[in-house]
């Protein structure tokens, strides 16, 4: 449970405006909220690893490169794709033309290396000419798991740390979930990049993966760079599965709607005001267990910490990994001032 997800209202007269803080929808939304971007070309520290213990784990630890596979004692990871060999077990950052000054990743266990795909590396032709000469081919290479046995564990979760940096096209970069020992990947989770261009993103992902791998045996995971045209490098350490909580809510992101737009900011006159509001919670079931009476309360609280709206609305069920979006339709009389609207969830196992 994540109480107190703060959405603002700001009543200002003689206008309204609406201010909001995590409300966008994120494409899986817990991966976005798990990203750590920094704007100054430092990485921050990962966030704190969940509670569970580890299952299978993989820190790269006396990790060879060998050919067409990284070999390493937990197993063989093996290259794939046009540009499977530019993966690599490292144990320096970036070193292509454009890469001078890029930091060390903060992983937990960086110093017995890690996976780099370095694009910007396989990329540059001549370094010393000014400035440097480098290609913008589309480079795709992806690095396979050893097979993972997880037919003993329903409620599991995914979890690793990276940093990446991309220019001058988007790349797109995934982590693919096989259950089938790597004949399909049909569950593929968006690895985050920093949206301003030139600059590294990095963190820890934390994704509850029990709906599709959970009880499999022949789990294989693939991380995936597709440059599209775009240079620079992918970094991957400390991959851990471990088990999930039985209870344990999510509060992904709110929104705070006038007239059901779901504006996260506006701003309009007290003429135009309606006290017709939309609230809504984008909640995920990160246990191991099916959530029983999923609810969304919320609280409105003057500037006084006054409550001027309480209501709730629920679900019946939620199923392990899923996420779920309740919206609550309230009439709350509007007048000039500040609001704070506060969101929890809870469940009946987690309250």
Same mark, same amino acid.
């Given at each position: 449970?994540?109480?107190?997800?703060?959405?603002?209202?700001?009543?200002?007269?003689?206008?309204?405006?609406?201010?909001?803080?995590?409300?966008?929808?994120?494409?899986?939304?817990?991966?976005?909220?798990?990203?750590?971007?920094?704007?100054?070309?430092?990485?921050?520290?990962?966030?704190?690893?969940?509670?569970?213990?580890?299952?299978?784990?993989?820190?790269?630890? !006396? =990790? @060879?490169?060998?050919?067409?596979?990284?070999?390493?004692? %937990?197993?063989?990871?093996?290259?794939?794709? /046009?540009? #499977? $060999?530019?993966?690599?077990?490292?144990?320096?950052?970036?070193?292509?033309?454009?890469?001078?000054?890029?930091?060390?990743?903060?992983?937990?266990?960086?110093?017995?290396?890690?996976?780099?795909?370095?694009?910007?590396?396989?990329?540059?032709?001549?370094?010393?000419?000014?400035?440097?000469?480098?290609?913008?081919?589309?480079?795709?290479?992806?690095?396979?798991?050893?097979?993972?046995?997880?037919?003993?564990?329903?409620?599991?979760?995914?979890?690793?740390?990276?940093?990446?940096?991309?220019?001058?096209?988007?790349?797109?970069?995934?982590?693919?979930?096989?259950?089938? !020992? =790597? @004949?399909?990947?049909?569950?593929?989770?968006?690895?985050? %990049?920093?949206?301003?261009?030139?600059?590294? /993103?990095? #963190? $820890?992902?934390?994704?509850?993966?029990?709906?599709?791998?959970?009880?499999?045996?022949?789990?294989?995971?693939?991380?995936?760079?597709?440059?599209?045209?775009?240079?620079?490098?992918?970094?991957?350490?400390?991959?851990?599965?471990?088990?999930?909580?039985?209870?344990?809510?999510?509060?992904?992101?709110?929104?705070?709607?006038?007239?059901?737009?779901?504006?996260?900011?506006?701003?309009?006159?007290?003429?135009?005001?309606?006290?017709?509001?939309?609230?809504?919670?984008?909640?995920?079931?990160?246990?191991?267990?099916?959530?029983?009476?999923?609810?969304?309360?919320?609280?409105?609280?003057?500037?006084?910490?006054?409550?001027?709206?309480?209501?709730?609305?629920?679900?019946?069920?939620?199923? /392990?990994?899923?996420?779920?979006?309740?919206?609550?339709?309230?009439?709350?009389?509007?007048?000039?001032?500040?609001?704070?609207?506060?969101?929890?969830?809870?469940?009946?196992?987690?309250?």
């Amino acid at each position: 449970m994540m109480k107190n997800l703060l959405s603002l209202i700001i009543v200002a007269s003689p206008f309204v405006a609406f201010a909001q803080n995590g409300s966008t929808e994120p494409t899986i939304p817990v991966l976005e909220e798990r990203l750590r971007v920094n704007d100054s070309r430092s990485i921050p520290t990962p966030v704190v690893r969940s509670a569970g213990g580890a299952i299978w784990s993989e820190d790269f630890q !006396n =990790g @060879v490169n060998s050919g067409s596979n990284v070999i390493t004692s %937990v197993g063989t990871w093996n290259k794939t794709g /046009a540009d #499977g $060999l530019v993966w690599k077990h490292n144990f320096f950052p970036s070193s292509g033309c454009y890469s001078a000054g890029t930091p060390m990743p903060s992983f937990t266990t960086f110093a017995n290396g890690f996976l780099l795909f370095d694009a910007d590396s396989a990329n540059c032709i001549d370094p010393n000419t000014t400035p440097p000469t480098i290609s913008q081919d589309d480079l795709t290479g992806y690095i396979v798991s050893p097979t993972i046995d997880l037919s003993a564990n329903n409620a599991i979760l995914l979890e690793f740390e990276y940093q990446n940096r991309w220019c001058c096209t988007e790349a797109v970069l995934t982590v693919d979930i096989s259950t089938d !020992n =790597g @004949v399909t990947f049909p569950n593929s989770l968006p690895i985050p %990049v920093n949206p301003t261009v030139n600059e590294e /993103a990095g #963190g $820890l992902i934390s994704q509850n993966i029990s709906n599709f791998a959970g009880g499999q045996s022949q789990v294989k995971l693939r991380f995936s760079w597709n440059g599209v045209g775009s240079h620079y490098y992918l970094a991957i350490d400390d991959i851990a599965i471990v088990q999930a909580a039985t209870d344990d809510l999510k509060l992904q992101w709110d929104l705070v709607s006038h007239n059901q737009t779901i504006e996260e900011y506006a701003r309009f006159s007290m003429e135009q005001a309606q006290n017709s509001i939309q609230f809504g919670a984008s909640i995920e079931n990160f246990g191991s267990s099916i959530a029983s009476n999923v609810t969304m309360l919320m609280a409105v609280l003057d500037v006084n910490n006054s409550p001027v709206y309480v209501g709730s609305t629920s679900q019946a069920i939620l199923l /392990a990994g899923d996420t779920t979006f309740l919206t609550l339709d309230a009439t709350v009389n509007l007048q000039p001032g500040i609001y704070t609207a506060n969101f929890t969830v809870t469940s009946d196992g987690e309250q």
